[in-house]
């Protein structure tokens, strides 16, 4: 029986009208909770203080610094090998090598938080600790080198897929002309796989923000600010994982909806980005 292709389409706008009404009821609903965080004076002092509760302080400065520093340390170590990965997949693609590689990412992507959790505690951390002198191994290194394992194989599908878009007559119109394989690269296919070597990252770096298991597993969970890589640090993430088992009628337990809140904003701001880029034409389509 073939399908009104009305019917299709109103069953897609229903989906996406679902989804958007989603994503916007959990905003709401963690603005309605967190509002009373969000009033006065509170919410400088929950941006600027540090988090002691038993003096009165609750301030999540710890955490956000904890957060960017292995996001962006994550980021900053898997992209070289994800870039390098998708020009062996998609560019040079040697007969057997390449395909092989490509499933072993595919497979990689499915691959649950806590076994790579399980590998950095006993494999990682003791590395650092006896190496490095990182005290007992868990810090902010360790957990951007587990991060940086996620989010790779995400990285090499997204930059594969974008060089693999470009046109193939280019290449061959280039090769042509006499252009040796790195100017092909640099000078074809680059410049036209910036939107999705930029989505690739910002996804990324949205999936290691928020990331729990991992940062909760490897970060070492200390509530200060970290002067170093080797020092240990907690994630907005782990923070409230960590506050779940408090009184619900404490503050403590409120600061989850403020800590929630400013996740999805960065989230949404990252979002944003990408779509600004591509509006001005730094993104190529």
């Known amino acids: 029986m073939k399908i009104p292709e009305a019917a299709v389409e109103r069953l897609f706008f229903l989906a996406a009208l679902f989804c958007a009404s989603l994503a916007l009821f959990i905003l709401v609903f963690m603005l309605v909770l967190g509002r009373p965080l969000l009033t006065g004076d509170f919410l400088p002092r929950l941006l600027t203080e540090p988090w002691l509760p038993d003096r009165g302080l609750y301030g999540i400065l710890p955490m956000l610094v904890g957060t960017v520093s292995i996001a962006l340390l994550a980021l900053l170590l898997a992209l070289p090998m994800s870039l390098g990965c998708a020009v062996l997949i998609s560019v040079i693609r040697p007969p057997r090598f390449g395909p092989l590689l490509e499933r072993v990412v595919e497979f990689l992507t499915g691959m649950p938080t806590v076994v790579i959790g399980f590998v950095g505690?006993?494999?990682?951390?003791?590395?650092?600790?006896?190496?490095?002198?990182?005290?007992?191994?868990?810090?902010?290194?360790?957990?951007?080198?587990?991060?940086?394992?996620?989010?790779?194989?995400?990285?090499?599908l997204f930059f594969s897929d974008a060089f693999a878009r470009v046109p193939a007559g280019w290449r061959q119109a280039a090769a042509a002309l006499g252009c040796?394989?790195?100017?092909?690269?640099?000078?074809?296919?680059?410049?036209?796989?910036?939107?999705?070597?930029?989505?690739?990252?910002?996804?990324?770096?949205?999936?290691?923000?928020?990331?729990?298991?991992?940062?909760?597993?490897?970060?070492?969970?200390?509530?200060?600010?970290?002067?170093?890589?080797?020092?240990?640090?907690?994630?907005?993430?782990?923070?409230?994982?960590?506050?779940?088992?408090?009184?619900?009628?404490?503050?403590?337990?409120?600061?989850?909806?403020?800590?929630?809140?400013?996740?999805?904003?960065?989230?949404?701001?990252?979002?944003?980005?990408?779509?600004?880029?591509?509006?001005?034409?730094?993104?190529?389509?």
């Open 121 to 156: 505690v006993f494999l990682l951390v003791p590395l650092l600790r006896e190496n490095l002198d990182a005290g007992s191994g868990r810090c902010i290194l360790a957990a951007a080198i587990g991060l940086a394992g996620l989010i790779a194989p995400t990285l090499i």
């Open 180 to 285: 040796s394989r790195s100017q092909i690269f640099f000078r074809i296919i680059l410049p036209h796989s910036l939107r999705g070597l930029a989505s690739g990252v910002v996804l990324a770096l949205g999936r290691a923000v928020g990331d729990t298991l991992i940062a909760l597993m490897l970060a070492g969970n200390a509530v200060a600010v970290p002067h170093s890589v080797l020092s240990p640090a907690r994630t907005l993430t782990a923070h409230i994982a960590m506050l779940f088992a408090a009184d619900f009628e404490s503050l403590e337990f409120k600061i989850i909806f403020a800590c929630g809140l400013l996740l999805y904003l960065v989230s949404l701001l990252l979002t944003l980005l990408i779509r600004g880029l591509e509006r001005r034409g730094r993104c190529r389509i």
